[in-house]
């Protein structure tokens, strides 16, 4: 199996346990860990390229998962990430990660949130080290192990 293969196939695992659990996923420290993490990843390489901007804000209107929020709220969330990690990266990452964080009183909604973030990094089919830097990152800030997740 190619890795494109194998980034397709764990993708498409987490988003089916995903969509398993869509009902449990409705809290506010969901919702903004979510869009955190989505920029996180966005940004992974410390760079923001528009197109994956685009993507990325796609994705997250498309997502079943996050349907539970409105979708201009997760937009306006999502750039409110990217905006922080614009103006100064090192700080804004700090400060996603403590959102991030915050997801970490309820399991499931820990393992959701790196599951997004998994999902995010492979939807372009190459799940770099850069992206699976700072999911390993979020693990570390929700308490979970990095291998539970195959990083």
């Known amino acids: 199996m190619t890795l494109w293969d194998r980034v397709k196939e764990s993708a498409s695992s987490m988003q089916a346990q995903l969509n398993a659990k869509k009902n449990d996923l409705r ?11 989505c920029a996180l990843v966005a940004a992974a390489d410390g ?4 197109a994956e901007r685009r993507r990325v804000a796609q994705l997250i209107a498309g997502n079943d998962v996050l349907r539970n929020s409105d979708a201009m709220d997760l937009q306006r969330r999502f750039e409110g990430c990217l905006d922080k ?14 959102e991030v ?14 599951q997004i973030g998994i ?8 799940f770099d080290e850069a992206e699976r830097g700072v999911v390993r990152e979020a693990c570390f800030a929700l308490g979970l192990s990095p291998a539970e997740f195959g990083l």
């Open 27 to 37: 809290s506010g420290a969901f919702r903004d860990a979510s869009m955190a993490i």
């Open 85 to 98: 990690l614009t103006e100064d990266f090192d700080f804004g990452k700090v400060s996603l990660l403590q």
């Open 101 to 114: 964080a915050k997801a970490g009183r309820k399991p499931a909604e820990a393992r959701a949130v790196i």
């Open 47 to 50: 760079s923001i390229d528009p």
């Open 119 to 126: 999902v995010i990094g492979g939807t372009d089919g190459h």
